[in-house]
T-cell receptor, first 117, second 113 residues
Framework: KNQVEQSPQSLIILEGKNCTLQCNYTVSPFSNLRWYKQDTGRGPVSLTIMTFSENTKSNGRYTATLDADTKQSSLHITASQLSDSASYICVVSSPALNTGTASKLTFGTGTRLQVTL | SAVISQKPSRDICQRGTSLTIQCQVD?????MFWYRQQPGQSLTLIATANQGSEATYESGFVIDKFPISRPNLTFSTLTVSNMSPEDSSIYLC??????????FGPGTRLTVT
């Protein structure tokens, strides 16, 4: 069964500190892996998207890594800010089965990050 | 990128009634998607809506409960019918960009009493 597991489930850190969120997946076939940030009461916003051949991608203070061999990904947040408080969702995409159909997304349950003073 | 708006942003409804959620995209897209996010859970795909054809529903979701319209390439509606408290969720629409990135609307927070 295709699954995406994230850890930790929740995390509290002090402003200015770094943190790393983990994502393990069993999805096959694999097309790409995405990290989203979801603020409370809002829709998810894409942070990074990585294909099989990419093992790191940055977006400002966010750096995602991907090890396609071990099926693991991480999201590293540098110098955290209060505005980083949100849920972070790992999503793995499988290719569309046919032309005109959508790729299949498997969502993790997210890591809820709280950044405090 | 695509900019997506949804109406209403939130609503409180009585059980047994129906609510129609609107989704507007600022560009023409072939496929639009409707998701449900129950409290504390991740997103679950309800259905895929293509313009000019019937929506494709995921396992566990049926057209009688969640009828969808897709009258043109920038607009879709999802109706939650005969609501019960179990339908209390955030409902999100999304579209897929040319590089397969997914853009989400802000969501509609539904509470059924």
């Amino acid at each position: 069964k295709n699954q995406v597991e994230q850890s930790p489930q929740s995390l509290i850190i002090l402003e200015g500190k770094n943190c790393t969120l983990q994502c393990n997946y069993t999805v096959s076939p694999f097309s790409n892996l995405r990290w989203y940030k979801q603020d409370t009461g809002r829709g998810p916003v894409s942070l990074t998207i990585m294909t099989f051949s990419e093992n790191t991608k940055s977006n400002g203070r966010y750096t995602a890594t991907l090890d396609a061999d071990t099926k693991q990904s991480s999201l590293h947040i540098t110098a955290s800010q209060l505005s980083d408080s949100a849920s972070y969702i790992c999503v793995v995409s499988s290719p569309a089965l046919n032309t005109g159909t959508a790729s299949k997304l498997t969502f993790g349950t997210g890591t809820r990050l709280q950044v405090t003073l | 990128s695509a900019v997506i708006s949804q109406k209403p942003s939130r609503d409180i409804c009585q059980r047994g009634t129906s609510l129609t959620i609107q989704c507007q995209v600022d560009s023409q897209v072939t496929m639009m998607f409707w998701y449900r996010q129950q409290p504390g859970q991740s997103l679950t795909l309800i259905a895929t809506a293509n313009q000019g054809s019937e929506a494709t529903y995921e396992s566990g979701f049926v057209i009688d409960k969640f009828p969808i319209s897709r009258p043109n390439l920038t607009f879709s509606t999802l109706t939650v019918s005969n609501m019960s408290p179990e339908d209390s969720s955030i409902y999100l629409c999304s579209v897929e960009g040319p590089s397969y990135e997914q853009y989400f609307g802000p969501g509609t927070r539904l509470t059924v009493t």
